[in-house]
């Protein structure tokens, strides 16, 4: 596997995110922010952020699944998300949740959390965006 994830040390152990991700594969693959949006372009969950937060991982999957790896080779997500407050976290975490059950892994890469003012579409709550590496 090319990506090994690691909380070193002297920093924080965070349940959700690994703080160091350490890559060895040789092809690197980066996913545009993915938004909620289904395979014909129709937003999914409109107004509800757990529904697009688990789309927008399921959209991650099917391009990394493209590429040829999974949510094992993700070295780093980034997170935009729509006037951001911490009492919105359980539903980044339920909509988390729901997708890696539908994936069946457990994505526990580093992750950067980014509140924004307005995404491309205003239904849109959240982007993802992902690097991953693959042997």
Avoid at 33 to 42: H, M, N, T, Y
Avoid at 67 to 85: C, H, Q, R
Wanted: proline share 5%; glycine share 8%; charged share 20%.
């Amino acid at each position: 596997m090319a990506i090994t994830l690691v909380n070193p040390s002297g920093l924080p152990e965070i349940d959700v995110y690994r703080q160091v991700s350490i890559a060895t594969g040789s092809k690197l693959v980066f996913i545009a922010g993915q938004v909620a949006w289904d395979a014909e372009g129709i937003t999914v969950g409109e107004g509800d952020l757990a529904a697009q937060v688990e789309q927008c991982y399921l959209n991650v999957g099917t391009a990394l699944a493209e590429a040829g790896g999974s949510f094992d080779d993700v070295a780093k997500l980034t997170f935009y998300v729509v006037d951001w407050t911490a009492d919105k976290m359980p539903l980044l975490l339920e909509g988390i949740s729901r997708a890696a059950a539908k994936l069946g892994t457990t994505p526990v890469p580093p992750a950067t959390l980014l509140g924004v003012a307005a995404l491309d579409v205003p239904d849109h709550l959240v982007e993802i965006e992902a690097t991953a590496v693959l042997d």
